[in-house]
């Protein structure tokens, strides 16, 4: 399931020597792991469709109404006409990665007979409305935020439903870490059209310093204290060693070679990026059973990296221990024989989060001494002076609060809210800008204790751990409750 992310997921730029991650759910450098053969369409339990979708919604200039075509995977196998309609909201990337990752909506189609619809989040994937060319210019990634993708959603649901004939049909929407986000978001915005949301791992309330900024870090820090204290210690050694293989006279070679680089390195961060996504993604998907959601991994790989750094002899070195660690993020199956560390590639079609992250969701970041990453303070004025270098314009850290909310979010919502399920599980390091408590009675938070970045939403197996299944059987009582809710006020009206 999404990240994301998806992604969640960060940028890592540096600012002579120091690191700052520019405002949250970025992609790391590092995502550049081999894509998946894609299921053919007789494979694929999803038919593609593509929607012709306004440019831009809020406005009435001749331009605004330029047509792009937004992809949209549909599946009814399932449906009956009337029967509900489960629609997940899209976030930063292909579509079908997020569908192929996505099984809870498909485990649980038959029971409530309903009809599978996930949408493609504008500029992403194949729904670009100038191409596909990278996102570079202002003047056409102004039409990319938040507010247009929902009412893209919502336009989309509401032309499907009346094309159906089925417009008593209840829409509820899933996503998952930005998805998720968006689920949330649409409900609050749109509860005419969804009659409730499951928000999986979305951080609404990472933004406007709501919640401590050594959040995210120091829950990945702890997950892998949790695991082994000494793999925690070797992994906080390991950035010293690094410094100090890069000062010698060959540094930067004597890293290619520590590293096995494809091409020789340019910089000691590549190497220090690199070793920081593997620790950063592994502890978002340490799932309870084997994954290959961002990269083919193990059932709990955060307890097998550290297994690989407590089964070296005593006395080994600490960034050759850490690299082994890492290794099994970018190498499970053993086949590379070499790591690209500084030309990535974009096997998801991230491209354009960039310019989210410097408008609009801005994710503000630090990281302290106690956990085992590099420390850095948040940085707001080199990360507004990057984003002007790269787009032209200015962030505005401020915007999400004020469009949706999340200052005294159970006040806020307590009276205006309903049927919104957060979930989240204590293991992923975006949980820490969760809703972590009941606001209501039909706003809840399912919080699990071991749970990784949206585990809930992935596709039920027989290795799944009791607390994971009971998680998803609460999640599908109250989903019915809408339902017949919904249901019964249709009858009393």
């Not at 996505?102 to 007979?113: E, H, L, V």
């Not at 056409?140 to 893209?152: E, H, R």
């Not at 560390?341 to 974009?346: F, S, Y």
């Not at 590099?374 to 940085?379: G, I, L, R, S, T």
């Amino acid at each position: 399931m999404s990240a994301c992310l998806c992604l969640v997921l960060l940028l890592f730029t540096s600012f002579a020597g120091a690191t700052y991650p520019p405002g949250g759910f970025h992609h790391f450098s590092s995502l550049r792991q081999n894509k998946k053969p894609s299921k053919s369409k007789s494979e694929s339990p999803f038919e593609t469709r593509y929607f012709p979708q306004n440019l831009d919604h809020f406005s009435f200039r001749p331009e605004s109404y330029k047509v792009f075509h937004q992809k949209y995977l549909i599946n009814s196998r399932f449906w009956r006409k009337g029967g509900p309609i489960f629609v997940y909201t899209g976030n930063e990337g292909d579509i079908d990665w997020f569908a192929s990752n996505t099984g809870f909506m498909s485990d649980i189609a038959p029971k409530f007979q309903a009809l599978l619809v996930f949408i493609e989040h504008r500029f992403y994937g194949e729904s670009t409305p100038f191409g596909k060319k990278p996102h570079k210019s202002a003047e056409t990634l102004g039409y990319l935020n938040s507010q247009q993708a929902l009412a893209d959603y919502a336009i989309l649901i509401r032309s499907l439903k009346q094309n159906l004939s089925s417009e008593a049909s209840p829409v509820v929407v899933f996503g998952g870490s930005y998805g998720g986000m968006l689920a949330a978001w649409f409900r609050l915005k749109y509860p005419h059209v969804a009659i409730g949301a499951l928000a999986s791992s979305a951080p609404i309330l990472h933004f406007d310093n709501i919640v401590p900024l050594t959040g995210f870090y120091d829950t990945i820090s702890q997950d892998f204290k949790d695991a082994s204290v000494n793999c925690f210690n070797v992994i906080k050694r390991s950035w010293e060693e690094l410094d100090a293989v890069s000062n010698t006279k060959h540094g930067l070679p004597e890293l290619s070679k520590k590293f096995r680089t494809c091409k020789a390195l340019h910089s000691q961060y590549s190497a220090r990026d690199w070793l920081m996504s593997a620790f950063v993604y592994t502890a978002m998907v340490n799932y309870a059973t084997a994954a290959n959601f961002m990269a083919p991994l193990p059932g709990y790989p955060v307890e097998q990296m550290c297994k690989i750094i407590d089964g070296f002899p005593r006395g080994s070195s600490n960034l050759d221990r850490a690299f082994a660690a890492a290794s099994l993020y970018y190498n499970y199956s053993g086949l590379e024989k070499c790591f690209e560390l500084e030309h990535p590639t974009d096997d998801h079609g991230l491209d354009g989060w960039g310019w989210q992250a410097c408008t609009e969701m801005v994710m503000p970041m630090s990281c302290s001494n106690q956990s085992m990453f590099p420390p850095f303070e948040n940085d707001y004025e080199a990360f507004k002076e990057q984003c002007f270098g790269s787009y032209g314009v200015k962030p505005r850290p401020h915007w999400i609060t004020t469009e949706f909310g999340g200052k005294r979010i159970e006040t806020v919502l307590k009276r205006f809210g309903s049927n919104i399920i957060f979930s989240n599980g204590m293991q992923d390091p975006w949980s820490r800008g969760g809703v972590l408590k009941n606001i209501s009675s039909s706003i809840i938070a399912l919080v699990t204790k071991k749970g990784a970045h949206h585990s809930d939403l992935r596709a039920a197996t027989k290795g799944d751990p009791e607390w994971l299944k009971e998680q998803r059987r609460q999640e599908v009582a109250i989903i019915e409750k809408w339902i017949s809710d919904y249901h019964r006020d249709l009858k009393e009206e």
